[in-house]
């Protein structure tokens, strides 16, 4: 299979309470999720059938809602969620996952902080 095709989500917004710190927990916070899901987009391609890859609407809605609900203490574990989540679908043979907290508790001035996972389905 050819899973040098791509559906990329860019910057999904979802309001959520992910944090090690109290006022985390108490105020939440935007994050940010970015996923690529490496599947092949052939059989969608020559048949024009959305059956023959993933709705991508579809999925930014799960996606936003795996990460809104069920506070944890690290985006580490929120990009597994997410990970898990688009391995779900058949058709997705690996997810590449980033997570941004824009807030995070840093003490210097930064733009951004991410994390970053690829997961591939489990033979």
Do not use: C
């Not at 020559?46 to 709705?55: G, H, P, R, V």
């Amino acid at each position: 299979m050819n899973v040098a095709d791509r559906i990329t989500l860019t910057g999904l917004r979802a309001s959520a309470f992910h944090g090690v710190l109290a006022h985390e927990r108490a105020n939440g916070q935007l994050f940010l999720i970015d996923v690529i899901v490496h599947l092949s987009l052939r059989e969608a391609g020559a048949s024009d059938e959305l059956a023959e890859t993933i709705d991508y609407g579809e999925l930014a809605s799960r996606i936003v809602g795996a990460v809104e609900r069920d506070p944890v203490d690290l985006i580490e574990t929120v990009a597994e969620r997410v990970a898990d989540l688009v391995l779900e679908y058949p058709r997705a043979m690996l997810a590449e996952v980033t997570v941004h907290k824009p807030s995070a508790p840093i003490a210097v001035p930064f733009d951004d902080v991410s994390v970053t996972i690829t997961r591939g389905r489990v033979s």
